[in-house]
């Protein structure tokens, strides 16, 4: 695997997540390693800023038990979304809670330009501000006679005031009070810098600024969820009433079913797998993955164990977990077969 110079950021709260699921800490960290900090100019994989090509988890010594274990726990904490093409799979971080690699999104994306973005806009020099307050011309020598005296209030034509810091002893002449006018643009001012602090998840809900500010309390992963949440379900009365239920649960509720006019390959699959199922003496099992193959998830037999899985893989990889399933059960039929035969 090839390291990539630079670091990544790992905040103390990861501890939770490596002893409640070592191989998602380790399938994290893996993906915070491989993430483009920035848009590639050229990706074989077409990859993103936060985004990574994974599917080879054998690297990091997770069974494909694990590593489907591994990619659930992540999405439902709201760490990493996954997404497949005909490629693999791309993880894309999407919290900054545990991991943070310093992303730099590209500056085609719609977003406020980064504190060092704007720290390298260039700041005029000390030169060039003496010559933007120095007059134009220079003054006439004063004579002996004038030199004593205090200047006048107003600047000659042709020259400016020359503005330097009052001594101790000179008072300080207090601002004039803004005009109504000002007043508003300090307002609008004001609550552009507070809007800035809300999490970027909240953009694009009808909330005012103190309904999002009430939200600052909970994580920025759990409030995503629950942003997900309302986005999918529907009849929603009051949208800060859901996402606050929401991001109180102590455990974060299932998103609700998402419903898609087209099914995707996955999917395809997925009910192939299930009629077999229910062809073969599992119609109870079946009967479950009807509601959860919507939302790209259903159960498997494995060893004759009932195994939860994630359809957000590659087809090859489920169509190998099917395979392998399909002929365990298959198999364990003619050995009850079997016996039955010896017992006649």
């Known amino acids: 695997m090839k390291i990539v110079e630079g670091f990544i950021k ?6 939770d997540l490596l002893k409640d699921s070592p191989p998602a800490f380790l399938l994290l960290v893996l993906i915070a390693l491989r993430a483009k900090r920035a848009d590639p100019a050229y990706s074989i994989y077409k990859l993103k800023a936060n985004e990574a090509f994974i599917g080879d988890y054998g690297t990091i010594g997770l069974t494909r038990s694990q590593y489907r274990t591994a990619i659930e726990k ?3 904490q709201g760490l990493v979304k996954f997404q497949t093409n005909t490629k693999g799979t791309i993880a894309t971080l999407i919290s900054t809670t545990l991991l943070d690699i310093n992303a730099e999104p590209g500056e085609t994306d ?8 704007l720290a390298a806009i260039e700041q005029p020099t000390i030169d060039q501000v003496t010559a933007i307050l120095s007059p134009s011309e220079k003054p006439s020598k004063l004579s002996m006679e004038n030199q004593g005296e205090q200047p006048t209030e107003k600047p000659t034509n042709g020259h400016q005031i020359a503005f330097s810091s009052p001594r101790d002893s000179q008072p300080v002449a207090s601002k004039s009070p803004l005009t109504k006018k ?3 643009e300090e307002e609008k001012r004001a609550a552009a810098a507070f809007s800035q602090t809300f999490y970027k998840c909240l953009e694009g809900l009808d909330l005012s600024d103190q309904e999002k500010y009430s939200l600052m309390r909970f994580g920025e992963s759990r409030v995503a969820h629950a942003v997900e949440f309302v986005k999918r379900k529907q009849d929603v009365d009051s949208v800060i009433g859901m996402l606050t239920w929401v991001c109180q649960q102590p455990v974060l509720p299932e998103l609700p079913r998402e419903k898609r006019k087209n099914l995707t390959p996955q999917q395809k699959l997925a009910w192939e797998y299930n009629q077999f ?3 073969n003496g599992y119609a109870a099992q079946a009967k479950q993955n009807e509601e959860k193959i919507p939302n790209d998830r259903m159960v498997i037999l494995e060893q004759g164990q009932p195994m939860p899985i994630t359809l957000n893989h590659p087809l090859q990889i489920l169509q190998e977990d099917f395979r392998k399933s399909k002929e365990e059960i298959l198999k364990s039929q003619r050995i009850v077969r079997g016996l039955q035969g010896d017992k006649l």
């Open 277 to 279: 199922l229910s062809s």
């Open 110 to 117: 719609d977003k406020k330009p980064s504190s060092s973005r």
């Open 74 to 76: 992540l999405e439902k």
């Open 10 to 15: 790992l905040h103390r709260e990861g501890l």
């Open 182 to 184: 000002e007043e508003k």
